[in-house]
């Protein structure tokens, strides 16, 4: 079991985060589990678990940037989230690719609607 249980962002425009996340989360196997007043939302494997990715309207500027990273099961998968991403306009941060972190971290890299540092990562051997 993973010591985070979720993780939440503040976004600035909540309708094109959720447009994004809907799709840049999709080839990970995520989607969207619950939405909250038009205001929240809930992203999550489809398994009958609970969300553990949310985003939230916010009334003011967004400040500071994040990196989340999401588990991807194989590189094709950290390869499609970045098509996806950058598809639902996320702008390129790191092609998908081998990285210096150890032998088979595999990661691909977009920042957000609001410059968030996103990635999707696959730990295992091709």
């Known amino acids: 079991m993973s010591a985070l249980d979720h993780v939440g962002i503040a976004v600035a425009d909540y309708a094109r985060s959720k447009a994004f996340y809907e799709r840049a989360l ?39 940037r994040l990196h989340i990273a999401f588990a991807a099961e194989t590189r094709a998968r950290v390869d499609a989230f970045h098509a996806a991403a950058l598809e639902a306009g996320g702008r390129d ?15 691909g890299y977009v920042f957000d609607p609001d410059g968030n540092n996103v990635e999707a990562v696959c730990h295992l051997p091709a």
């Open 26 to 64: 999709a080839p990970l196997g995520m989607a969207l589990l619950m939405e909250f007043s038009e205001a929240a939302a809930g992203f999550g494997r489809e398994d009958g678990g609970r969300p553990s990715f949310f985003i939230e309207a916010h009334g003011e500027p967004v400040r500071g």
């Open 93 to 107: 941060n790191g092609a998908p690719g081998l990285r210096w972190y150890h032998a088979d971290y595999y990661g």
